[in-house]
Each structure stands twice: as structure tokens, then as C-alpha cells.
């Protein structure tokens, strides 16, 4: 059972466009992470917002964590190539367990 | 600070043989953390280990297994292995747990045939 669902799957895009990447559960999590990761390698992490509202700014990126910290979002102003990548948002179940996200494949074309 | 260190890199396994797997957290980190990622499956939790003790197992079978040593150092075991294994294995490292700030090793690729 996948617990937290990306949208979308893929995404490519030209440079300078912005994006939004969406990340939906039907649980509650006590915290939420974004990842970004390249081919191989392992993820790398970009964000942890931990309040239902919370909205966290990375340079061109955004992260937002829903109300009820059931989802959050992440949005990329003027992508860059540098930003291609697997965007992996993962949700925190106490301090012992997180589960990620089905992932959501980025590709900035220049 | 060195990250942390996976090994081996790559590997190729026959079905029905065990494979073991060794992950280096970054010094000081206590938590251990291995997840599978297929591209059918995403990236999936195996289990994580905090001062040698196993606090939280996903749903794998008993085929897959790990420990965990007195200087953080982690291994994880498959047995009898299924074409269905081949995938990356990621380990990460935290100071507390995976919900607290993780790094990620590169990774073994395990290929079964």
C-alpha cells in the first residue's frame, strides 16, 4: 500500500519555467521531507517541514506542508537544468519509520 | 566529514544463493536505516537499527534481515533470493532516526538472475 502519491509522475519542462510538484496522503504525519535524487546515486535531502502550514524557502525552491499535515508541495521557480532529477517527498510516522513517496521525475530541458 | 559508504557497488547473484550487504553511517550517527528502491516499487522501507537494536521492520519477508554493530556499522542479508530482488539498496544514516536529517549512501545495485 502506497501511502503518499506524487504528482505528477514526469514532468519536462524548458529552463526558466516554474513547477509545482504535489505530494497527497491520506494520513497524518508527524513531519514530511523533500529529496531530490540523481541517477546513481542516493537521495539527497532538500527540505524538513515539521508544522501543518508551514512554508520553508530553499533559493528557487518552495516547500509548503498542508494544514492538516496530510500533504505538502514543492515549487521551483525558473528551473534550471541543474534541477533535473527524481523528486522524492517522504512522511515521517514517529521518529522510527518514514515512507516515501512515489517519486516524480524531473527533467529541465535547456 | 566522510559520508556514508556502501559496499559493494554492484553485484550479480544467482537465485536460490544469500547476499550480504554493508553500510558505514557517518561517525556519530546512531541510526541505521536500509530501504529497496525498484522502479516498479519506488523506494520501500526495510528496517532500521538504533544502537544495535531493531526498532521498526517493513513489510519484507524473513528473507530479509540485518544487524547492526557496536560502531554503527550495518549489514543487511538476503536469503534465497528471487529474481524479484534485483534492485538498489539504499542504507542512510542519521544522528536520531529517518525522520531527522538522513544522508544516503550510493547504494548497491543487485542484480539477480
Known amino acids: 500500500t502506497q501511502l503518499l502519491e506524487q504528482s505528477p509522475q514526469f514532468l519536462s519542462i524548458q529552463e526558466g519555467e516554474n513547477l509545482t510538484v504535489y505530494c497527497n496522503s491520506s494520513?497524518?504525519?508527524?513531519?514530511l521531507q523533500w529529496y531530490r535524487q540523481e541517477p546513481g546515486e542516493g537521495p539527497v535531502l532538500l527540505v524538513t517541514v515539521v508544522t501543518g502550514g508551514e512554508v520553508k524557502k530553499l533559493k528557487r525552491l518552495t516547500f509548503q506542508f498542508g494544514d492538516a499535515r496530510k500533504d505538502s508541495s514543492l515549487h521551483i521557480t525558473a528551473a534550471q537544468t541543474g534541477d533535473t532529477g527524481l523528486y522524492l517527498c517522504a512522511g515521517a510516522l514517529g521518529y522510527q519509520k518514514v515512507t516515501f513517496g512515489t517519486g516524480t521525475k524531473l527533467q529541465v530541458i535547456p | 566529514k566522510a559520508g556514508v559508504t556502501q559496499t559493494p557497488r554492484y553485484l550479480i547473484k544467482t537465485r536460490g544463493q544469500q547476499v550480504t550487504l554493508s553500510c558505514s553511517p557517518i561517525s556519530g550517527h546512531r541510526s541505521v536505516s536500509w530501504y529497496q528502491q525498484t522502479p516498479g516499487q519506488g523506494l520501500q522501507f526495510l528496517f532500521e537499527?538504533?544502537?544495535?537494536?531493531?526498532?521498526n521492520k517493513g513489510n519484507f519477508p524473513g528473507r530479509f534481515s540485518g544487524r547492526q554493530f557496536s560502531n554503527s556499522r550495518s549489514e543487511m542479508n538476503v536469503s534465497t533470493l528471487e529474481l524479484g530482488d534485483s534492485a538498489l539498496y539504499l542504507c542512510a544514516s542519521s544522528l536520531k532516526g529517518p525522520n531527522t536529517e538522513a544522508f544516503f549512501g550510493q547504494g548497491t545495485r543487485l542484480t539477480v538472475v
Open positions: 537499527y538504533f544502537s544495535e537494536t531493531q526498532r
Open positions: 494520513s497524518v504525519f508527524s513531519s
